[in-house]
C-alpha cells in the first residue's frame, strides 16, 4: 500500500471541515494510512460561521443558527458530544414591515408561504382581491412542464402577484438576499415543486408534510425549529477544529494554482511551497475555481455565476431605551423606504445572548440592486441603520456599542439553469480532472446542514477515488 498518498481539502469553511473530519474518522476506522490537509486563505475557520463574545454579549457575524429537523448538523453534533451544549430558540410574533406599519406574519405559513385558507385571509397585506387570487392554489393544478422555473413564476402561477410581493417575497428574498426572479426552483426548493406534483396545490402539501407547532399548557410554547449552542455557534468549529488537528491544518495560506501531473495533483500555494495531493476537495466558493484551474475553459460559466454582497449591524442597547417589543424580529418589504431589509430582536430569539438589563438588535443591509450600500463605512452603516429603526420603532439614544461585518460576494445565488450547469461542469471534470471535487455552499445548498451533508459525502468520494 502506497502510505504517501494525500487528500487535500480547499477551503476551511463548514463543508471543508466537515470533509476533513469525516475523512479522519475514515481512515481510522479503515486503518488507512493517508494523510489528509486543510489550505485555508485567511486566519479564520468557519466560513459564515464566526461568533464574537464582547462585554457579556454572544454576538453571531455570520450565521446564527441550524434547522433541526435536518439529520446533517445534529447528527455531527452528537459525534462531537455537543448536545448538551444545544440551546434552540424562543418562539414569538414576527413581522413584516410594509410602509411604516408592522404586518404580524400570518400563523401557518411555512417561509412566507400559507399553508390553508385561514392563514391567507388573516393576512393584512393583501387585498380581498389577491386573497381570492391566493386561494387558487387548491385547484390550480400540477405544472407539466418539467423545465426549471424560478421562484418567482412558481409562486406567481399559484397564488398570484399580490401574495408573492408582498409576503412570499419579503420571507425568500431575505433569507438568501437574492432576486427570486432570477432564482431557480429546483436548486433551491425542489420539495416545493415535489409538493405541487404529489398533492396538486403547494398549501395542502405543505399542510400534510410540515409539522404542526404544538402547544403544552403547562411547559408553554413549542420549542423553536432552529438551535445554536450556550457560547455560540462557533463551538462547533472549534471542536472540529479540535478534532482535526492543527498539524493537518494550514491557515493564512491561499492556493494559487493547481496543476495535473500523470499522478495527481500538485498544489501551488502562496508561501511558495507545493502540495502533492491524490485527490484535490475545493470547498471554495465558485468564483475562485476558475482562477485555481486557468488553463480549463469548462469551468468558466462560474465567473457569471451572481454572489450578493451584505452587511449586517449588530447594536446592544440598554433595556430601558428600548419599547419592549412582544416579538422575534422583522422583515422589511422591498417597496418601503428603508436600507435595512431586516432585523432580527436577538435578545427575544435567543435570550442567553444578552446580558440582563440589555437589548440586542442584529440588522441586515444590501440587496440585489443595493449592494454598494456594503462599502460604506462602519460609522455611515450604523448611522443609516439607526435611523431606520427610529423610524420603525421607538429607541431612547444610542447603542452602547455596535458590531459592522460585511460578507463580501457571500451568497452565491442558484439562478434559473443552475442544476443543469452544474452538472455539465462536474462531468467535465470527472473527464478531465479526475479526483477534484466541487462541493460547498455555490453548489449543492447553503444552510449549514447543506455543507456538512455536503462535507461528508464528498470525504467518500474523494476516499473511494484514492481507494481505487
Not at 86 to 91: G, K, L
Not at 92 to 106: A, D, Q, T, V, W
Not at 161 to 190: C, F, K, R, V, W
Not at 385 to 394: F, G, I, N, P, S
Amino acid at each position: 500500500m502506497n502510505n504517501s498518498k494525500q487528500i487535500v481539502i480547499i477551503g476551511g469553511g463548514i463543508t471543508g471541515l466537515s470533509a476533513a473530519y469525516y475523512l479522519q474518522k475514515q481512515l481510522v476506522e479503515k486503518q488507512l494510512p493517508y494523510k489528509v490537509k486543510l489550505v485555508e486563505a485567511s486566519s479564520h475557520l468557519g466560513g459564515k460561521i464566526k461568533t464574537l463574545h464582547r462585554d457579556g454579549f454572544t454576538i453571531e457575524q455570520g450565521a446564527d443558527s441550524m434547522l433541526i429537523r435536518k439529520q446533517p448538523a445534529m447528527k455531527l453534533v452528537q459525534e462531537l458530544h455537543l448536545e448538551d451544549q444545544i440551546v434552540r430558540n424562543a418562539t414569538g410574533k414576527s413581522y413584516i414591515l410594509k410602509g411604516n406599519k408592522f404586518h404580524r406574519m400570518p400563523q401557518d405559513t411555512y417561509m412566507g408561504i400559507p399553508k390553508n385558507a385561514r392563514s391567507i385571509w388573516a393576512s393584512t397585506l393583501i387585498s380581498p382581491k389577491g386573497k381570492l387570487r391566493a386561494l387558487a392554489d387548491f385547484w390550480k393544478g400540477k405544472r407539466k412542464d418539467e423545465t426549471d422555473e424560478s421562484l418567482a413564476a412558481f409562486f406567481r402561477r399559484r397564488f398570484g402577484d399580490e401574495l408573492l410581493h408582498n409576503q412570499i417575497e419579503t420571507l425568500l428574498s431575505g433569507i438568501h438576499s437574492g432576486n427570486i426572479e432570477e432564482m431557480s426552483l429546483t436548486a433551491s426548493y425542489p420539495h416545493f415543486r415535489q409538493l405541487e406534483q404529489e398533492y396538486g396545490s403547494l398549501m395542502k402539501g405543505l399542510n400534510q408534510t410540515i409539522p404542526k407547532a404544538t402547544k403544552d399548557k403547562e411547559k408553554g410554547p413549542a420549542p423553536g425549529a432552529f438551535f445554536s449552542f450556550q457560547n455560540g455557534l462557533g463551538t462547533l468549529v472549534d471542536r472540529l477544529a479540535e478534532e482535526i488537528g492543527e498539524e493537518n491544518m494550514m491557515l493564512q495560506t491561499a492556493v494559487d494554482h493547481i496543476e495535473k501531473k500523470e499522478h495527481g495533483y500538485h498544489v501551488l500555494l502562496s508561501d511558495g511551497n507545493v502540495y502533492k495531493a491524490d485527490a484535490v476537495i475545493m470547498a471554495t466558493p465558485h468564483f475562485a475555481v476558475p482562477k485555481i484551474f486557468s488553463q480549463y475553459d469548462f469551468f468558466q460559466p462560474f465567473t457569471e455565476v451572481p454572489a450578493t454582497s451584505t452587511a449586517n449591524i449588530v447594536l446592544a442597547f440598554d433595556k430601558v431605551k428600548i419599547k419592549d417589543i412582544d416579538g422575534t424580529g422583522f422583515l422589511v418589504n422591498k417597496d418601503s423606504n428603508y436600507h435595512i431589509t431586516a432585523c432580527t430582536w436577538t435578545h427575544k430569539k435567543w435570550p442567553l445572548t444578552t446580558p440582563d438589563g440589555k437589548v440586542l438588535m442584529r440588522c441586515y443591509v444590501g440587496r440585489p440592486d443595493n449592494e454598494e450600500i456594503v462599502e460604506e463605512s462602519d460609522d455611515t452603516l450604523t448611522d443609516i441603520v439607526l435611523k431606520d429603526l427610529h423610524k420603525a420603532m421607538k429607541l431612547k439614544g444610542d447603542p452602547t456599542f455596535s458590531v459592522v461585518t460585511r460578507w463580501r460576494n457571500g451568497r452565491p445565488q442558484y439562478t434559473v439553469g443552475h442544476l443543469e450547469r452544474l452538472a455539465e461542469i462536474r462531468r467535465q471534470a470527472r473527464l478531465q480532472l479526475p479526483g477534484v471535487f466541487l462541493t460547498g455552499c455555490s453548489y449543492d445548498g447553503q444552510g449549514i446542514p447543506d455543507c456538512i451533508e455536503q462535507g461528508e459525502r464528498t470525504a467518500q468520494e474523494a476516499l473511494h477515488f484514492v481507494l481505487r
